[in-house]
């Protein structure tokens, strides 16, 4: 068979069948009287060959050995190819999220698209002051994605980034809550716990709903976050992991202000009051969880808390009924102002 019939019906181009010849890869087996390329049944198998291995992604070089060496293994050259190809798959879906970022911040300019490319730059730096930096730069009017912030937020370990992260998100506008929610429901909790303090900065009946399911995290760091943001909110369903917030000495000197702040509204003060006289009920011999709880009841509204700080300054425990006494005073002159 000629060379032009073996290209039509292979899809190989002469050309290139004539470099395959040059590299001695897929040599005709004969020539004709006037000297054209003559293939065989068996060189076209071969060319089959060849373009399978081809589509792998192997180069002509890789080819040739892999047909002429009897001992040429395929395993590590398959292996070292998927690797190839995943590191340019990662590389292709880094340069589509990084083109989508910058078609989600709607740029109205080349500025803009700079603008977006050398944040995301900034945020990938593997300095914790570079991304803090990048975060607080000035903004130039070019809108940031919410996506892009969310991402960052989710990712971001360095206490001092985080913190800036979430102050740009909270202030990005609309599709902050929706954008960072994903993460609150992670099998990470390192990413739930970030969610959450994100969220927690974020105002709207969204962000309260958010929290109110992170209330029943598995993790006590997310819950205990979770409740001081919905406490500060006014939501009453915080109140006892807010108290057990008090008990375990976790975070308790904020738990017991929102106590307090929650307090205030009658239809709650007393229904937080006996839920903290109950916990000194429980733990009549742990000193230092009696002690929280007597200072705790120093955030509480005098009416409601006097009466059991006298009873507490009687108690055995006498560091207890010393701080008690000493609350007593200072409610009292509270109430006297």
């Known amino acids: 068979m000629l060379i032009g019939e073996v290209a039509r019906r292979s899809g190989v181009s002469t050309r290139m069948l004539r470099h395959y010849d040059s590299l001695g890869l897929v040599r005709p087996t004969g020539r004709t009287v006037g000297g054209y390329r003559e293939y065989s049944a068996e060189d076209i198998r071969r060319i089959y060959h060849v373009e399978s291995l081809r589509s792998l992604g192997l180069s002509l070089r890789q080819i040739g050995r892999a047909l002429e060496d009897p001992a040429f293994a395929p395993s590590a050259l398959v292996g070292d190819l998927i690797r190839r190809t995943e590191d340019r798959l990662k590389r292709e879906q880094e ?38 930096q990048a975060v607080l730069a ?3 009017d070019v809108p940031v994605p919410t996506e892009l ?23 990005a506008g609309g599709g902050g809550v929706a954008s960072v929610a994903s993460g609150v429901y992670s099998e990470d909790v390192d990413i739930r716990r970030r969610a959450v303090l994100a969220i927690a900065e974020m105002p709207g009946d969204e962000a309260t709903a958010v929290l109110a399911d992170a209330l029943g995290d598995s993790d006590k760091t997310v819950r205990r976050h979770a409740a001081l943001a919905l406490g500060a ?14 008990v375990e000495g976790a975070i308790d000197v904020e738990a ?49 808390a006097q009466g059991v700080l006298r009873q507490l300054a ?11 006494s000493a609350l007593v005073g200072v409610l009292e002159e509270r109430s006297d102002g």
Not at 268 to 293: K, N, Q, T, W
């Open 314 to 324: 009687h108690d055995d425990d006498r560091a207890v009924a010393l701080i008690a």
């Open 138 to 140: 000035p903004a130039e």
């Open 256 to 304: 017991a202000e929102v106590l307090g702040a929650l307090s205030l509204d009658p239809g709650y003060g007393d229904r937080i009051m006996s839920a903290l006289v109950d916990e000194l009920a429980a733990h009549p011999a742990d000193s230092a969880v009696r002690i929280r709880l007597t200072q705790a009841l120093a955030e509480m509204p005098a009416t409601i």
């Open 149 to 171: 912030l969310a991402g960052a937020v989710l990712a971001e370990s360095d206490p001092n980034v985080a913190g800036a992260l979430r102050w740009a998100l909270a202030r």
């Open 95 to 132: 340069l589509l999220d990084r083109l989508r970022t910058v078609d989600a911040s709607v740029p109205s300019g080349w500025q803009g698209v700079l603008r977006i490319v050398e944040l995301l730059h900034g945020l990938n730096s593997p300095s914790a002051a570079r991304r803090q």
């Open 233 to 246: 909110r006014g939501a009453t369903a915080a109140v006892p992991t807010l108290v057990g917030m008090v």
